[in-house]
Nanobody, 121 residues
Framework: QVQLVESGGGLVQPGGSLRLSCAASGSILRINAMGWYRQAPGKQRELVAAPTSGGSTTYADSVKGRFTASRDNVKKMVYLQMNSLKPEDTAVYYC???????????????WGQGTQVTVSS
């Protein structure tokens, strides 16, 4: 059983910072892509950041220069450091990972349960 668990969400004032963490656990053979998505009320889920194991990261234009994503392949974790937060960053943030489970040859995309980030004064 493969599981992704996020932590670190909460309420923060505009201009503040939060750090999200996501841990993958279970019978994992290989983790390919890992990333962060978010979904605001009434909107579609969108990609926020996707760091690769090779060191590069794709960011949404709206978060460039403010958010930093990173991976720890040994710990099977991905992080999202969010600075200079704005009210429009308010959303449920989801961790995702493309994982090949033990005993399988193909990968599946797994999702965490989501963590609420609210930016408000």
């Amino acid at each position: 059983q493969v599981q992704l668990v996020e932590s670190g969400g909460g309420l923060v004032q505009p201009g503040g910072s939060l750090r999200l963490s996501c841990a993958a656990s279970g019978s994992i053979l290989r983790i390919n892509a890992m990333g962060w998505y978010r979904q605001a009320p009434g909107k579609q889920r969108e990609l926020v950041a996707a760091p690769t194991s090779g060191g590069s990261t794709t960011y949404a234009d709206s978060v460039k220069g403010r958010f930093t994503a990173s991976r720890d392949n040994v710990k099977k974790m991905v992080y999202l450091q969010m600075n200079s937060l704005k009210p429009e960053d308010t959303a449920v943030y989801y961790c995702s990972a493309d994982i090949t489970p033990m005993g399988r040859t193909s990968w599946n995309r797994y999702w965490g349960q989501g963590t609420q980030v609210t930016v408000s004064s």
